[in-house]
Structures are given as C-alpha cells and as structure tokens.
C-alpha cells in the first residue's frame, strides 16, 4: 500500500501560505495554497484533491503542487513563463 502523501510546515510556512490563500491576486494560487494547508492539517490528498476544492481536480495534480511547493515555495505554485496554449498564428506586422 503506498504511503499517504503529507506535508510538515514551519510556522513561516504556514504563515505565508494562509496569506497566499486568503489575499493573493492570482485565484489559480489561492487554490493551490488552501490544497496544501488542508494536506498539512490532515487530511489525505485524494480527499482533497476530489471533494476539498471549488472543482475537483486529479489526484494527481494535487500531488504535484505539494511536490512543487516542497521544492521551490511559494513560487513553484505559479505557472511558469510559456505555459499553456500557443497562439495560433503570429500577430500581423504594422
């Protein structure tokens, strides 16, 4: 049986992601930090990831912005520069 996912926070930690959750400008961070406050108080990531959020999300993703917190803060839950979809034609020239 694999080993449920969990996460320790400092109260630094913990401190910025409830600012993060409550104030920041960007909704998709906000989600992402209410995901891993409520992993870190308990509550198993599956849970959270189907049932825990505005719309369910896989499993799966949850996972991976635990995995990218862990790694990089705060900043690993933006999207990074050139992310998503492509245009799809370059814009005319003036």
């Known amino acids: ?7 320790t926070l400092t109260g ?3 401190r910025e992601l409830e600012l993060a959750r409550a104030y ?6 906000r989600e992402r930090a209410s995901a891993i406050l409520k ?11 189907l049932r ?3 719309k369910p999300r896989d499993p799966d993703t949850v996972y991976a912005w635990v995995r990218r917190y ?8 933006l999207v990074k ?8 034609s370059s814009p005319l020239s003036a």
């Open 1 to 7: 049986m694999a080993k449920p996912l969990t996460i």
């Open 39 to 49: 992993i870190a108080n308990g509550l198993p990531a599956r849970q959270v990831a």
């Open 81 to 88: 520069p050139g992310r998503g979809r492509k245009p799809n």
């Open 70 to 77: 862990r790694e990089e803060g705060l900043k690993g839950l």
């Open 24 to 29: 920041h400008e960007r909704p998709y961070v």
């Open 52 to 54: 825990g959020l505005m």
């Open 12 to 14: 630094e930690q913990r």
